[in-house]
Structure formats: C-alpha cells, structure tokens
C-alpha cells in the first residue's frame, strides 16, 4: 500500500520562527511536490523535486525553501513565519514515469501567531 | 500560466446525476485530472484524460475537449459518501506540474 507521511498533522508557530514540515514517500518515488490549500484558491505549488538535491519553483515560492537530501524524503522550510502562511500544507509524490498519479500526504494544518 | 474554472458548489439528491464542469485556459497542456477531497483528507486520485472524449471508471466519468478547453466530471447514482471536493487540474507540457482549480464542493442530500 502505498504511502505520502507528513511529519505533523497541527502545528502551531509563531510569528518569526523557523518551521520546517517533513515528508516522506516509501514508493521510491523521484518526484516530490508541496502545495498549499487555501479556501476558494485550491491547491497552489509552492516548490518541487524531480530528484535528490534538484529542485524547482513551483508558482508561490516565496517565503520558502526546500531541502531533498534523500529520495524519500522532502522537507519544506519557513525561514521566518509569518500569518500569511496560516495555511494546510500538502506534500504530495509521483513515479517520474509509468504514472500519472500524484499520491499525497494527510496534511499539515499550520497556523501561525 | 494556467487558469483554470469550475462551480464552488453544488448540491444533488441521492441517487441522482451529477455534473462538474471544468473550463481552463493554458500555455500548455499535457492531461487533465480529477481528483476527490473528503474533509479533512487528502486528495485522492479519481481520474485522467488527455485525448478527447470520455473516460469511464464505474459510477465516475469524465470527459475531456481540448480544443474547447473543456471538461467534466459526471458522477452517477449518487450516494452519500460522494459528499466530498472535486478538484480539476492539468498538467502542463513539462508533465511534472500540476494547476488546480478551486474545487467543487459537491453536497449529496437524503
């Protein structure tokens, strides 16, 4: 069965904190994505990667950074937090081939202070 | 960039048809997906076009006009576990992106 796990399911932070919200896939997965689901505006994504150490900007990158050290594993970073990324952060993998299938995580609901 | 259009909500009785229409407008196209979203879950894979046409999977189906830049999602013999967000995305020529839209809120009453 396959499987997306995020690190935290709610995470509260607050203003000018660094958070990080982990992910990881088990399938052998190359790429990896996180998007942002924000009411009325659906999933927006942030950053990607088609391969560890390779990443992309997705089309709302700003105020983030990612890091993909090991295949499995995509982490995104808030280097300073901020109110507007009170938001639910969804990480989500893909076979670079073979599928069209994007699997993703349960989510993260973070809400900053 | 993508833009891309569909209804906030709707609501069907029980047993009934329902239609979720979907229009986008791209710079470059290579599939259309739909995907269900219960509350508080994650969005879970339900179906992908890229040829013109409809694409049946047992109570689901979904229909596909690239030139008209056109989609819908037909969800037959409604039932209450249906309740639940629709969202329509494509993808773009690289095949690694998607673009999602809002979503459809689709309520199932008794």
């Known amino acids: 069965d396959v499987k997306v796990t995020q690190s935290s399911r709610y995470l509260v932070k607050r203003t000018g904190e660094k958070v990080f919200l982990e992910c990881v896939q088990d399938?052998?997965?190359?790429?990896m994505f996180w998007y942002r689901q924000d009411p009325g505006l659906g999933l927006r994504l942030i950053y990607f990667?088609?391969?560890?150490?390779?990443?992309e900007k997705g089309d709302i990158p700003e105020g983030y950074s990612v890091s993909r050290e090991k295949k499995e594993r995509f982490s995104l970073i808030l280097e300073s937090a901020s109110t507007n990324q009170t938001s639910m952060y969804l990480c989500?993998?893909?076979?670079?081939?073979?599928?069209?299938?994007?699997?993703f995580g349960p989510g993260t609901r973070l809400t900053v202070l | 960039g993508q833009n891309i259009d569909q209804p906030t909500e709707m609501t069907a009785t029980e047993g009934a048809i329902v239609q979720i229409n979907c229009t986008y407008q791209?710079?470059?196209?290579?599939?259309l997906f739909w995907y269900q979203q219960h509350a508080g879950e994650a969005p879970t894979f339900l179906s992908y076009n890229v040829l013109d046409g409809l694409e049946e999977k047992g109570r689901f189906s979904s229909f596909l006009s690239r030139s008209k830049g056109y989609s819908y999602l037909l969800l037959k013999e409604l039932q209450m576990k249906d309740s639940a967000s629709y969202l329509c995305?494509?993808?773009?020529?690289?095949?690694?992106?998607?673009?999602f839209g809002g979503g459809t809120r689709v309520l199932v009453k008794p």
């Open positions: 990667s088609y391969d560890v150490k390779m990443k």
């Open positions: 989500a993998s893909k076979r670079i081939a073979g599928s069209n299938e994007q699997f």
């Open positions: 995305a494509v993808r773009d020529y690289t095949g690694n992106k998607l673009t």
């Open positions: 791209t710079s470059g196209f290579n599939g």
């Open positions: 399938m052998d997965h190359e790429n």
